[in-house]
């Protein structure tokens, strides 16, 4: 499946965009209250069916303990206005950097995953997952809750791969959502030889091998592209890359990481 990554999305551009992403058949829109763009997405979506349009969102780091989590949750739907969130993320294991807080950071995200089931009870929230979580994470909120994310959030793209953490999710069915999969666009990866012949040997673009890489891994891809034919192209990935091609490409690993690095939160 591909979604919508909206990031630095703003603005007339942001509605221009996310109305042709759904009028092309984009259902999946991925958020944060910090992109500070739900207003513009709400717009973009008003003609839509509700059905017909997945929202993902975040409690964002900076609000991960049990009021604040309910708190942004209200705010998001008023943003939106919406009965309902389909899925909503803790943003981060850790709290965003507060004096004092540092070593509580279990603490808030218990609490605050706390407040998501609370919220999915009620039907404000239809799906909740997690974003940045290690296994280790989400092992901790499984062993206090018996219930485990959805769906979780991590950066992949092929110099930010690990395979044992795709078995991970594979073996807890719990969904990956690919984040920056396209690696921001990082001359580093886009320059690589091996990107352009695999370009020229599928007859695609080199976005299309990236997020078909991704796809063949189990995930799901939320490229941001502000220009409406990237949009068009990204999600158009009928085609199969070889399991060879796979192994050559899953070779590139070397944990580059453009986000969120989770391995020091405790
Ligand atoms: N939860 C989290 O912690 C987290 C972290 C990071 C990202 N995310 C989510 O993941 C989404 C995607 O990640 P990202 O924004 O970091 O980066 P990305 O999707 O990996 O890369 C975006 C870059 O790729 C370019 N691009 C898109 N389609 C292209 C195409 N077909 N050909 C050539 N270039 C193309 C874009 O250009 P233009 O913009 O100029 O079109 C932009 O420069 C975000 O928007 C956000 O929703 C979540």
């Given at each position: 499946m591909v979604g919508l990554g909206t990031r630095d999305l703003i603005g007339q551009r942001c509605r221009k965009l996310i109305a042709s992403a759904v009028h092309m058949g984009y259902k999946l829109i991925d958020t944060n209250p910090i992109f500070k763009n739900d207003h513009m997405i709400a717009e973009a979506v008003k003609?839509?069916?509700?059905?017909d349009i997945f929202i993902c969102t975040k409690v964002p780091a900076s609000s991960l303990d049990y009021n604040s989590a309910f708190d942004s949750v209200e705010k998001t739907l008023g943003n939106f206005k919406f009965?309902?969130?389909d899925l909503v993320l803790i943003e981060s294991p850790g709290k965003a950097e507060i004096p004092g807080h540092r070593r509580c950071h279990a603490k808030y995200r218990a609490e605050t995953w706390r407040a998501l089931i609370e919220m999915k009870q009620q039907g404000q929230i239809k799906n909740i997952g997690v974003a940045n979580f290690l296994p280790r994470h989400i092992d901790e909120i499984w062993d206090k809750y018996a219930m485990n994310p959805v769906a979780n959030m991590i950066e992949l793209n092929p110099f930010c791969y690990e395979p044992e953490v795709i078995e991970y999710h594979k073996e807890k069915k719990i969904q990956i959502i690919a984040a920056s999969p396209l690696a921001r666009r990082s001359k580093e990866i886009w320059n690589l030889p091996i990107l352009q012949e695999l370009k020229v040997k599928y007859k695609v673009s080199k976005a299309q091998v990236l997020l078909r890489w991704a796809i063949q891994k189990g995930a799901v891809v939320i490229p941001k592209a502000k220009d409406i034919q990237n949009s068009k192209l990204n999600c158009n990935l009928d085609f199969e890359i070889s399991p060879e091609d796979i192994l050559t490409i899953d070779a590139l690993a070397r944990n580059m990481r453009l986000g969120w690095n989770s391995a020091t939160i405790k």
């Open positions: 003609n839509s069916k509700r059905e009965d309902y969130l």
